[in-house]
């Protein structure tokens, strides 16, 4: 007897239809699975049969053939124990839906030893490839269930273990399909996150993250150990506009293919925030591995990596941050694929000025020589600094800046004029499909960005004087819009020009 049922493999962040084909004929009892199939599929042997066995089904004495198909691409995970083991059960007929029947469902799920159906990685990009391809319904472990709930168009129906999807098919029992939910109805909530209310002074520092948040842009912060470096860094995420449906519903498909997604919430609400060890190679940092899984890159898409004490990353690591800076994307390649990401995220740089420091520090003395300084600044390459779009200097607090009984100002403010700020770029950029002002390319930097006569002698002098590239010149101009945009003026004036201009000026204090 041959059956044949749908499944899904995944490639990158899309899914792709996957028949399992189940032929069962006489001969020596064998298992035999064949279309590209991993090693995790082909051990899948002794999950099926012991599942099926302790389910209360018979497994079928004789020889069993598994096709993938298509055969020509790689198949990899456990999430083909399920349709295996419909498929078996079917072609030995203890599964009494027609032909018909079994076309209009998709099923994937790992079984344990006794037929639990585990919690599997990758089914909301799954659930979405399924409803574009017209599979109706979809059987998935209970465990996943809550990914479900966004995806409209389709039925998903969430099972236990393989007796409940057999009954199910042989209408002994019904499954209640997932209840579907709106987006807006979820609210979002900034744990463990900082509030700007809490950083005590750093006026001028709140005001650089202010303008990255409401433009997009990369931010280098150098200063001394203790200067709060790392707390603004981590009280970022609080300013940054609310996620649309679309990018968190693109953020949830990445987290689901690492497998790190939340069970509870089952849709990522709060901007990702990646802070990856110094020590992480360059797998972990641009992603790869046998299976090209995403890395810190792409699971901080539509968020913030944060890469704090930078000197002290491998600088191999750190060139990989060039190409999706620039593109928004990064492509991973390995012996059998190659997945493209997308990484559109704010890169927050923290470091110290020297090995002790306290360089350039106004309260604290340097104790570094000036070869040890220059070695430790070189540690960061030219064409990635380029790519930073504002350096701030994040000096040591006063002690009446730390106990002054004055209230800071509170993200929500500051978030408040953020949205204000995103909300005119929307609406000028809605029919370019960017967002924000970093995203600007050289046509619109011409079209949006025109400077007056003072303004065009000031940044040529600026350009002359800093020895600025290309690349930072464009910068400096998306900087000075976002700025406008903050003040709600449709020209960029002199004062927006000078203050994205002081934005790159540290060149000649650290690094020339």
């Known amino acids: 007897m041959l059956s044949i049922v749908n499944s899904f493999g995944l490639l990158g962040l899309d899914g792709y239809l996957v028949k399992v084909e189940v032929d069962i004929n006489k001969g020596l009892?064998?298992?035999?699975?064949?279309?590209?199939?991993?090693?995790?599929?082909?051990?899948?042997?002794?999950?099926v049969v012991s599942a099926i066995k302790n389910q209360k089904f018979k497994y079928p004495v004789n020889k069993i053939t598994i096709n993938l198909a298509p055969a020509d691409t790689k198949k990899e995970g456990s999430i083909y124990d399920l349709p295996i083991s419909v498929a078996i059960l079917s072609a030995s007929n203890q599964i009494l839906?027609?032909?018909?029947?079994?076309?209009?469902?998709?099923?994937?799920?790992?079984?344990?030893?006794?037929g639990t159906l585990r919690k599997i990685r990758g089914v909301l990009p799954i659930l979405i490839t399924a409803r574009d391809l017209g599979i109706k319904k979809v059987v998935v472990p209970f465990d996943n269930s809550s990914e479900a709930r966004f995806i409209e168009g389709i039925k998903v129906y969430p099972a236990k273990n393989l007796e409940e999807v057999v009954k199910f098919l042989n209408n002994e029992i019904i499954l209640e399909p997932v209840k579907n939910i709106k987006y807006e109805d979820i609210k979002a909530t900034n744990i463990n996150l900082i509030d700007f209310s809490q950083i005590k002074g750093q006026a001028s520092a709140k005001r650089a993250l202010e303008i990255s948040a409401a433009g997009g842009h990369n931010v280098l912060m150098i200063?001394?150990?203790?200067?709060?470096?790392t707390m603004l860094a981590k009280a970022f995420p609080t300013i940054l506009p609310d996620m649309t449906f679309e990018e968190a519903l693109e953020t949830t498909k990445i987290h689901s293919i690492a497998g790190i997604l939340?069970?509870?919430?089952?849709?990522?609400?709060?901007?990702?925030?990646?802070s990856p060890h110094h020590t992480s190679t360059t797998v972990a940092l641009a992603g790869g591995g046998i299976k090209a899984k995403p890395g810190e890159i792409s699971l901080a898409h539509n968020g913030v990596l944060f890469l704090d004490e930078m000197p002290e990353y491998n600088l191999h690591t750190l060139e990989v941050l060039r190409q999706p800076l620039e593109d928004g994307v990064i492509s991973v390649s390995r012996n059998m694929?190659?997945?493209?990401?997308?990484?559109?995220?704010?890169?927050i740089v923290s470091m110290n000025p020297c090995p002790c420091g306290n360089y350039g520090s106004t309260t604290k003395p340097c104790k570094c020589s000036p070869s040890q300084i220059h070695r430790y600044l070189s540690k960061m390459s030219g064409p990635l600094m380029d790519r930073i779009d504002m350096y701030i200097e994040v000096?040591?607090?006063s002690y009446s800046d730390i106990s002054a009984t004055a209230n800071e100002e509170t993200s929500s403010q500051i978030k408040e004029r953020v949205d204000k700020a995103r909300k005119i770029q929307y609406n000028r950029y809605k029919s370019n499909k960017i967002y924000s002002n970093s995203k600007m390319?050289?046509?619109?930097?011409?079209?949006?960005?025109?400077?007056?006569?003072d303004c065009s002698a000031l940044l040529e002098s600026a350009f002359s004087k800093l020895k600025l590239s290309a690349r930072a010149y464009n910068r400096i101009l998306k900087v000075a819009r976002t700025i406008a945009d903050l003040d709600n003026c449709e020209?960029?004036?002199?004062?927006?020009?000078?203050?994205?201009?002081?934005?790159?000026?540290?060149?000649d204090k650290y690094w020339t």
């Open 29 to 47: 009892p064998s298992y035999d699975v064949v279309g590209l199939a991993d090693a995790s599929i082909k051990e899948s042997k002794q999950r």
């Open 97 to 114: 839906s027609t032909k018909s029947v079994l076309e209009e469902f998709a099923f994937i799920g790992e079984l344990s030893l006794d």
């Open 223 to 229: 200063g001394p150990p203790g200067s709060g470096k």
């Open 262 to 274: 939340d069970n509870k919430v089952g849709i990522i609400t709060q901007r990702p925030f990646r």
């Open 337 to 347: 694929q190659s997945v493209t990401y997308p990484a559109n995220f704010v890169l």
């Open 395 to 397: 000096d040591n607090v």
């Open 441 to 453: 390319t050289n046509q619109m930097i011409k079209k949006y960005c025109e400077l007056n006569e």
């Open 491 to 507: 020209n960029i004036k002199m004062e927006h020009l000078v203050e994205a201009i002081n934005y790159r000026n540290l060149d």
